[in-house]
């Protein structure tokens, strides 16, 4: 029994490694290097001198398979298949060729659970119906039962998976609203998505719910009215339709400032309408009333002098700290999502003790929190001549919020510290008659430690002591006005 399970395994890994390296083989030679460029860099009239950019930039402008200008092991180690397909075996899976360029491992850690709560029921369920039916063939084994049994196996197996994906979502989530078409819920709330109807009827949308019932009341002890309760069609999650006392709203403390412009405009709107037909989302705290979505409507009604304001307002928290997933009136710029990161971070930090990696969806990018408090401590920070090396060399870390919320405002005073430096080398050169708008991304390019490097995992700590080092040994002197001017490009929006 050993050594047929051994010989199995062996078998596996055999065909595992064939399968990798065919496919490897298959794709390079279908679509080469040059082809994923073009598709990722987009457009039309793509220069070669941008494709061999791209390339150079994630490790595709080295040979596939044989490296001649390495030595020893490099030979083999330096290539296109090592980094790219060998390197699956030890699970190492890079990054993406997104724009991005989001670490895959970091991806399939936080979100195979998701997935896993989905397809577990699934798969035990389908080994249940699989099994009861290979007993009931073999129960009626030589009768017509048998034979037209397996003649519909073999038809099943005949037809693709998809033709049943497609034909299940048409007649049991579309005819029959059996269950969703797609969606997810975390935790036991995730069932629904294998049993319950997908939404829900007018008629029951009407319905109310205990956690309703109990905020009802709070909100009349508040000073305000509740106008009415229903549950939202989508995810049968309670929604109340209240007024509020327009004093005892504010925005979450970590949200991003209104913008003043936006917020006139609003004035003249309302003004204009005679009436204010877009409520506000609010959550309850204490006996006051956060808005993570509806700042600048809720600034310009208290500008124009209402009294109370008409909010959507959710019994869960939690939807206080999904203002990223909320707010879609006004984009982000860098700096606003940098600062509105790092104020959520430290308000969770004052709840919870739970390591900051576990708040990835909500924070989105590590270098949001390092760089938000670099903004606190210099607001005109240019901070996107730095993202494109933080997102790199910065990751989420497992330490609990309180000392990680230090160790951003740490490695933020080491970025400042970076810029100083290179504000001086940028004043010197201004004096020496450059005044090109693009010196500092210039001069932060040269002075990058990792601008080349293939490599998807760094130390914070030893990049940055790198960059400064460089940026303290930079000569003015060597720097030449067309080296400014090709490096120029379109002026980052980011802040």
């Keep these: 029994m050993l050594n047929y399970f051994i010989r199995r395994v062996g ?85 993406s060729d997104s724009g991005r360029s989001v670490d895959i491992g970091h991806e399939i850690k936080t979100r195979m659970w998701v997935s896993l709560q989905l397809a577990m029921p699934v798969f035990i369920l389908q080994v249940i119906a699989s099994t009861a039916f290979a007993l009931l063939l073999v129960f009626f084994r030589h009768s017509k039962i048998d034979f037209w049994g397996v003649v519909l196996c073999v038809l099943m197996l005949s037809i693709s998976s998809l033709f049943y994906i497609i034909v299940g979502q048409f007649f049991f989530s579309r005819t029959l609203h059996l269950v969703p078409i797609s969606g997810y819920a975390g935790g036991l709330d995730a069932v629904k998505f294998l049993l319950m109807p997908i939404g829900l009827s007018p008629a029951e949308t009407h319905t109310t719910t205990s956690a309703a019932d109990t905020l009802a009341p709070l909100v009349e002890r508040d000073g305000g009215a509740v106008l009415g309760t229903y549950r939202d069609p989508f995810g049968g999650k309670p929604v109340l339709i209240v007024s509020l006392p327009i004093d005892k709203v504010e925005p979450t403390p970590f949200q991003r400032d209104p913008s ?73 710029n860098l700096r606003e999502k940098s600062l509105e990161t790092i104020r959520m971070a430290r308000a969770l930090a004052d709840e919870s003790r739970q390591p900051e990696a576990s708040f990835a969806f909500q924070f989105e990018q590590p270098s949001y929190l390092t760089l938000g408090a670099a903004y606190e401590s210099r607001p005109r920070l240019s901070g996107a001549v730095y993202q494109s090396v933080l997102r790199r060399i910065d990751d989420f870390l497992d330490t609990p919020l309180p000392k990680a919320v230090a160790e951003r405002e740490r490695r933020a005073k080491v970025v400042l510290a970076i810029d100083d430096r290179v504000t001086a080398i940028v004043e010197k050169l201004k004096a020496r008659g450059l005044t090109s708008p693009y010196l500092r991304p210039f001069v932060v390019a040269r002075v990058n430690p990792i601008r080349f490097s293939k490599a998807t995992s760094f130390d914070f700590d030893e990049v940055m002591e790198k960059m400064s080092a460089s940026a303290g040994k930079f000569n003015i002197d060597k720097v030449k006005p067309e080296e400014v001017t090709r490096a120029s490009g379109p002026a980052s929006d980011e802040d």
């Design 11 to 95: 078998y596996g890994v055999l065909i595992l490694i064939g399968v990798n390296f065919f496919t490897f083989f298959l794709f390079f030679n279908v679509n080469t290097p040059d082809d994923m460029a073009r598709l990722n860099i987009g457009g039309k009239r793509v220069t070669q001198e941008q494709i061999e950019k791209w390339k150079a930039e994630r490790g595709y402008d080295r040979p596939l398979y044989w490296n001649p200008k390495e030595e020893g092991s490099a030979k083999v180690t330096r290539t296109v298949l090592w980094e790219r397909s060998v390197s699956l075996f030890a699970l190492d899976f890079g990054r």
């Design 260 to 332: 003043d412009p936006h917020v006139k405009r609003l004035m003249t709107v309302i003004e204009t309408l005679d009436r204010f037909l877009d409520p506000i989302i609010a959550i309850r705290r204490d006996d006051r009333y956060w808005t993570p979505n509806g700042n600048h409507r809720l600034q310009a009604m208290k500008r124009l002098g209402a009294k109370a304001v008409v909010a959507l307002l959710i019994p869960e928290a939690e939807v206080a700290y999904q203002i990223l997933a909320l707010n879609t009136e006004k984009a982000h």
